[in-house]
């Protein structure tokens, strides 16, 4: 059972640098969601999507695209990555509503220089 | 607005000890619902527990117990004669129409 899938795990950018991070779920899960952890911070939610073709923006949007063409992937793009932007992020899934316990992908350590 | 405080930010207790974790929400909706993850040090999210916001039961699983409070908006978490394995981040969560986490508390189980 892969479950939700993330790639890369680890990351180094150079500012200004742009990377797609990919998110792959085989559960049929309709909602798809990203977030980024911070020391002292805890989980917060970049973007989310409630199913293919829509997203939504979540708590801290801004620097971050995001895309969902088929169902099973979530794509977190940085455009023009800054310093700021060095975190572990997160991919999630759920099946159908926001009520649903969450599965976690293992993380994407990215480092901005 | 949404909003999930866990106000003690780290917690060391010794071996065999009780421990319990805070909570406080704030929402505006009457449905809603209330989670617990656990982070361990290897970083994997692992899900603990789900209540919903009618249901004010008391639960306890083995050596865990939530206590919901609709009165208070709280949803603590103890843990009973705790366990070095159970040192971790805990993190508590709020969802009605997204999912937000509160910054999380880490506890350490010392031996």
């Known amino acids: 059972n892969a479950g939700v899938t993330q790639t890369p795990k680890f990351r180094v950018l150079k500012t200004g640098q742009s990377m797609t991070l990919l998110c792959a779920q085989d559960?049929?899960?309709?909602?798809m969601y990203w977030y980024r952890q911070d020391p002292g911070m805890g989980l917060r939610l970049i973007h989310y999507?409630?199913?293919?073709?829509?997203?939504a923006k979540g708590e801290v949007p801004d620097g971050y695209n995001v895309s969902r063409l088929k169902k099973q992937n979530f794509l977190l793009g940085l455009e023009s990555a800054a310093p700021s932007q060095t975190s572990v992020y997160f991919c999630a899934s759920s099946y159908y509503r926001t009520n649903e316990k969450l599965f976690f992908g293992s993380g994407t350590q990215l480092s901005v220089l | 607005a949404q909003k999930v405080t866990q106000a003690q930010t780290e917690i060391s207790v010794v071996e065999k000890e009780d421990v319990t974790l805070d909570c406080v929400y704030e929402?505006?909706?009457?449905?809603?619902?209330l989670f617990w993850y656990k982070q361990p040090p290897s970083g994997e999210l692992v899900f603990l527990i789900r209540?919903?916001?009618?249901?004010?039961q008391n639960e306890i699983s083995g050596r865990y117990s939530w206590n919901f409070q609709k009165s208070t908006s709280s949803f603590n978490f103890t843990i009973t004669a705790s366990q070095v394995v159970d040192s971790a981040v805990y993190f508590c969560?709020?969802?009605?129409?997204?999912?937000?986490f509160g910054k999380g508390t880490r506890l350490h189980i010392l031996p």
């Open positions: 929402t505006r909706d009457t449905t809603y619902y």
């Open positions: 209540r919903n916001s009618f249901d004010e």
């Open positions: 999507s409630v199913g293919e073709g829509t997203t």
């Open positions: 559960m049929n899960h309709e909602y």
């Open positions: 969560a709020l969802s009605d129409d997204k999912i937000i």
